[in-house]
């Protein structure tokens, strides 16, 4: 579903700076339906990479492409940290948006973002707008936005970033539920060794700049997951020490370089 081939990206230096290489000889490969996510240290090209499968960059050399399935469907979303909510539509009418962009006729439009909303369970903030909701609100929203909008591949930035401890453990069991029975392919972000081993099927492992992967670890976890039972799964802190000692490494050449 997601093909990356020798990947490089590079972004042109301001005047008087150097170009600066992002990424570099980047392969992965993710079949149709696997949840990957992908870990690194700050700096090391994960934006990039999102930002190139999404069409937003151009790659320097190699490449790296989306194989839709589904004609019906768009083939990819990004979801960010912040949600990125139109703060002058409701959470219907943001919901409703994107279906509106693909040219889902007004009725089944709402009646399908009302069912999304539900899902995420905010049915009693359909008329709200985004500055009455809290950060885990919106972010459950902009979780029913993308879902709804139903693109092949989703892209997720660090989603539940600026969300508190327990908020998030909330949010990573609303997603595993959307995205259970969606038929969505999904490559998602994060500095969170843990929030990678509780969503993944696999974990990939990048590189300090410039990013390329470094391991590939399989997460065999059987799903359905249960968020919380899984953290006193004694594997799971195996797995953990796992990644971190590949990971550290990384991050102290991170911290190095700046
Ligand atoms: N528009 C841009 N212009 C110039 N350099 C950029 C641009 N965007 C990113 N970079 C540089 O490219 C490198 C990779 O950035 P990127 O945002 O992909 O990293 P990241 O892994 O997502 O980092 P973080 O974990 O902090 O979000 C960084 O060194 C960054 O400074
Ligand atoms: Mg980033």
Not at 110 to 137: H, T
């Amino acid at each position: 579903m997601i093909h990356a081939d020798n990947l490089t990206v590079q972004y042109a230096g301001s005047i008087g700076l150097s170009t600066i290489t992002a990424i570099q000889s980047l392969s992965i490969t993710v079949e149709k339906g696997e949840f990957v996510v992908v870990v690194g240290p700050s700096g090391c090209g994960k934006t990039t990479l999102l930002r190139v499968l999404a069409g937003l960059e151009r790659p320097a050399s190699g490449n790296a492409t989306i194989t839709p399935t589904d004609t019906h469907r768009p083939p990819t979303a990004m979801v960010f940290q912040n949600a990125g909510l139109f703060p002058w539509m409701s959470v219907l009418e943001n919901v409703a948006f994107g279906m509106r962009m693909q040219g889902i006729r007004g009725p089944k439009r709402y009646a399908l973002a009302q069912e999304w909303i539900n899902r995420v369970g905010l049915s009693r903030f359909v008329d709200s707008f985004p500055s009455q909701l809290s950060g885990g609100m919106q972010q459950r929203v902009g979780l029913a936005r993308a879902f709804a909008h139903n693109p092949e591949v989703l892209l997720m930035d660090e989603p539940f970033g600026a969300l508190d401890a327990q908020t998030r453990l909330v949010l990573q069991e609303t997603l595993l539920d959307l995205w259970k029975n969606s038929d969505t392919t999904v490559l998602f972000v994060t500095h969170s060794i843990e929030e990678a081993l509780t969503l993944g099927d696999r974990i990939v492992v990048m590189s300090a700049r410039p990013g390329h992967i470094l391991a590939e670890v399989a997460v065999t976890f059987p799903r359905p997951r249960n968020v919380m039972a899984l953290r006193a799964n004694p594997d799971f802190g195996k797995r953990y020490a796992d990644i971190w000692e590949i990971l550290r490494e990384q991050v102290d050449l991170a911290q190095k370089e700046h």
